[in-house]
């Protein structure tokens, strides 16, 4: 049975989401499976996200790839990954990098998306992400891209993505 690290059992999923998504990978990213594990805890928090059984390979301000494994669960009716199991990868991808990015004070949406599908997507594929460092919680919206590779290094999706940025509301 695996041991979680002692600081992950306190993490409060409940308060500021860019808060528990960095310190949770700062807790497991060096833990044997630890890259595995946090995908499945991201998987639990929010649960469509754990659909494609995310593996974080990098996570840091402005900066996420993350894979997805080939297996029938994400395959379409031609034996490729389905278009929205890549869409999902992508928001994922990019919507930790800008998480890790904001301060504590501040959450984040995708206010629109768009996903150009190279070619079938094939084998695993994985997601990079890189965005502003530094964000701050002002009401902003940033203008994000995600590559998506397969095995062989050639990109099969390119995304753009709007994540509308803001201060979380203060309780009066």
């Known amino acids: 049975m695996l041991k979680l690290p002692q600081g992950l ?3 409060d999923f409940r308060g500021s989401s860019v808060a528990w998504i960095r310190e949770a990978w700062r807790l497991l990213r060096n833990v044997p ?8 805890l991201l998987g639990q928090v929010i649960p469509y996200t754990g659909t494609i059984r995310p593996v974080f390979i990098t996570l840091e301000p402005g900066h996420a790839v993350v894979r997805l494994d080939d297996r029938r669960a994400v395959r379409n009716h031609l034996g490729s990954i389905h278009a929205i199991a890549l869409c999902n990868l992508a928001e994922l991808a990019g919507n930790a ?3 890790c990015s ?9 206010k629109r998306i768009e ?9 695993s594929i994985v997601a ?4 502003p460092v530094s964000l701050g919680s002002e009401r902003a919206e940033y203008h994000i ?5 397969d095995d062989q290094g050639t ?6 993505m709007v994540t509308l940025v803001g201060p979380i509301p203060t309780s009066t």
């Open 97 to 99: 990098a800008i998480a």
């Open 33 to 40: 499976g630890g890259k595995n594990l946090y995908g499945r």
């Open 128 to 131: 990079s992400c890189t965005c």
């Open 102 to 110: 904001l301060p504590d004070s501040a959450r984040f949406i995708v």
């Open 115 to 123: 996903i150009d599908y190279l070619k079938k997507a094939r084998g």
């Open 9 to 11: 059992r306190q993490l």
């Open 155 to 160: 990109l099969v999706s390119k995304v753009r």
């Open 145 to 149: 891209e995600v590559e998506l590779k």
